[in-house]
């Protein structure tokens, strides 16, 4: 997967391409990310990337020409997803993100800034607006990142299987089970019998009960989407 970079602010990047799962991404070939600064396409001496809004208003607007001219240098595919990272963007979900990994393999990602965008960025060049959530962040830089690092992590071969998204909170419409380790008892607190039982069909049984209990009690509102089977909605009950 490559990534294509539009930002004022490449240095916020560093820190989290450059470590952990996204950095041996990139050592596998697995990711590639291009960071463009794109004040690089301004032509005048100031190198002025916004100005103010035609009608009036406080706020500065970014410039078209230099986002144009930047994209156009990129030579993309007809079908290659131009994202604007906006509030005003659909929620990103971790659907959005299998969607992502599995059907593309070069995604351009914008990151604005001030209070916006020349509507005609959004008219000619972008194919979808993206929001992490209902709040308003100062630039889209770290909602590019929320993106690259859940889109990055699902693509085949970036997790070992000790990480396996299979299980992951969400995969399956439902929250994790709870997870122990060593030591058997911390400060009087026990980890559950069944996990050392080595009966795996009992452990299975319990981790399904525990995910739904979980859900049901931090997040209820995803199993009214969720399909569950008999045997699940009976676990529930139980
Ligand atoms: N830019 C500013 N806030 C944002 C958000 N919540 N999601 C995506 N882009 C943003």
């Known amino acids: 997967m490559r990534f294509d970079i539009l930002t004022l602010f490449p240095e916020m990047f560093g820190p989290v391409l450059n470590n952990s799962m996204l950095a041996k ?26 100005d103010y809004a035609y009608g ?11 986002i144009f001219r930047a994209i156009e240098d990129l030579g993309l595919e ?18 959005t993100a299998k969607e992502f990994a599995n059907h593309q393999d070069r995604i351009v990602l914008l990151c604005g800034h001030y209070e916006g965008f020349d509507h005609r960025i959004r008219e000619e060049l972008v194919t979808h ?5 209902d709040y308003v962040l100062t630039g889209g830089e770290l909602p590019a990142m929320v993106l690259i690092d859940a889109v990055t992590r699902m693509i085949p071969g970036v997790l070992g299987s000790q990480e396996s998204a299979q299980e992951d909170s969400f995969y399956n419409d439902l929250l994790d089970f709870p997870q122990y380790t060593r030591p058997q008892e911390y400060q009087g607190l026990e980890v ?29 509102d995803l199993l009214e989407d969720a399909e569950l089977s008999a045997e699940e ?4 009950t139980e």
Do not use: C
């Open 233 to 236: 909605k009976e676990l529930l």
């Open 192 to 220: 559950p019998k069944v996990l050392l039982s080595g009966d795996h069909a009992k452990i299975d049984k319990w981790r399904k009960k525990k995910s739904l209990e979980q859900t049901l009690n931090k997040r209820p």
């Open 129 to 133: 607006e993206i929001s992490i959530g």
């Open 25 to 50: 991404a990139q050592e596998k070939d697995l990711l590639e990310v291009n960071l463009i600064n794109w004040r690089d396409y301004t032509q005048d001496k100031h190198k002025q990337v916004d």
């Open 56 to 66: 009036g208003g406080a706020g500065m607007v970014l410039k078209p020409e230099p």
């Open 78 to 95: 007809d079908d290659t997803p131009v994202v604007l990272l906006t509030p005003q963007g659909q929620q990103f979900e971790q659907d």
